[in-house]
């Protein structure tokens, strides 16, 4: 089930009572609504970039392998536009 959101779709999604917290990583849009609790790095700072694009905070904190094993759990789509400015 993958599905390709723009960026202001994604936007939409950043409160948990209103539909889902949704994270940008590169081209992927992950579902964290069921992660919060989960998240060694804890609920707070998930909360804080819901909705937006952290690529950067992600990668800062996290390499490749975290992807490779929460990735298909949490992922549930595309980006549209992938153009960086
Ligand atoms: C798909 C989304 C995410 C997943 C699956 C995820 C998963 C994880 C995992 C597994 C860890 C444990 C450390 C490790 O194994 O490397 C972790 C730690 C952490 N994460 Fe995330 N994370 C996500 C998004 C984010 C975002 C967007 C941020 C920042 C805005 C963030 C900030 C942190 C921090 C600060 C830690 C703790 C690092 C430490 O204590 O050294 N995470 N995360």
């Known amino acids: 089930m993958s599905k390709t ?16 917290l949704y994270i940008i990583v590169d081209d992927g849009v992950y579902d964290v609504s069921n992660f919060l ?5 804890g ?3 998930l909360k804080r970039v819901a909705g937006k694009d952290a690529s950067k ?6 390499n490749a392998k975290v992807l490779e094993k929460y ?3 949490l992922k ?3 980006v549209a536009e992938t153009a960086k400015l």
């Open 5 to 20: 959101f723009t960026k202001a779709e994604v936007a939409g999604f950043k409160d948990e009572k209103n539909g889902g």
């Open 57 to 62: 905070q992600f990668w800062k904190y996290h």
């Open 37 to 41: 609790e989960e998240h060694p790095g």
């Open 71 to 73: 990735g298909s759990k």
């Open 76 to 78: 549930i789509g595309t």
């Open 43 to 45: 609920a707070k700072i």
